[in-house]
């Protein structure tokens, strides 16, 4: 007899309207105000400490997956597990690269296209296979969350709605004063330059209108408390 082969975990469809309007409430709040909620997810944070220690991993990813349970807030239709889990884990892979080479190759130059990027998403997905099915999830979940991991950072387009959201949660963190103050010095920008960046091409880049509104409203906050009108 031969195994069948396991079905695959169900995502949902990214509506082609851009950006992707919220189906449910937005909150454009500051993130501080709501952490991410529930320890369901405390145990894949243990088996991952290690990996949280590179490249900021332990403020981003936890800020980024506050942000996460915001955006499924926003869109219902989303299966909020995959979404939460992916978020927590994407980035987990920068803790097994060669630490010189994260600012040397991965924040410099066409840094979007270096090897770097890509190894980090391979041992993203290494990571979560390894962790993952000893804390009981099952193997087409993991299997989704692998698909999202694997080219968060390099591939193009977003092939499913749970796909668009850890991406937009992914850039969601640098509006908050918290992502300007690790991320301006891996891009070797001051406080001023990086947020106008942040206006110029990441805003452009998100997917969802609850994203668009959430990095807005956090854009505007960060400059006023960074006085970046005045300091530049
Ligand atoms: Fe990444
Ligand atoms: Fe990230």
């Avoid at 994260?102 to 840094?111: K, R």
């Avoid at 854009?219 to 530049?232: D, E, N, Q, W």
Wanted: aromatic fraction near 6%.
């Amino acid at each position: 007899m031969t195994a069948q082969p396991a079905q695959a975990h169900r995502t949902a469809d990214l509506p082609a309207e851009r950006p992707v309007p919220a189906a449910g409430p937005v909150d454009a709040s500051p993130i501080s105000l709501t952490p991410a909620a529930g320890d369901d997810l405390d145990p894949v944070w243990r088996s991952v400490v290690t990996e949280t220690r590179t490249r900021g991993n332990d403020i981003h990813l936890p800020i980024s997956l506050a942000y996460a349970e915001r955006l499924c807030d926003a869109h219902p239709d989303a299966d909020r597990l995959l979404v939460r889990v992916a978020i927590l884990l994407h980035d987990t892979g920068w803790g097994r690269v060669d630490e010189s080479r994260i600012i040397s190759e991965g924040f410099t130059g066409d840094w979007r296209k270096a090897a770097i990027r890509f190894e980090h998403e391979k041992q993203g997905c290494i990571i979560a296979r390894e962790v993952l099915p000893g804390l009981g999830y099952a193997e087409p979940f993991v299997d989704a969350v692998c698909a999202i991991i694997d080219g968060h950072d390099t591939r193009q387009d977003a092939y499913s709605l749970e796909d668009a959201l850890v991406r937009d949660a992914d850039r969601l963190w640098r509006f908050d004063h918290a992502g300007i103050a690790l991320a301006s010095g891996w891009f070797r920008m001051d406080p001023a330059t990086y947020t106008d960046r942040l206006q110029a091409e990441i805003i452009p880049e998100l997917i969802t209108a609850a994203a668009v509104e959430m990095a807005s409203a956090d854009l505007g906050r960060s400059r006023a408390l960074l006085k970046t009108a005045v300091i530049r």
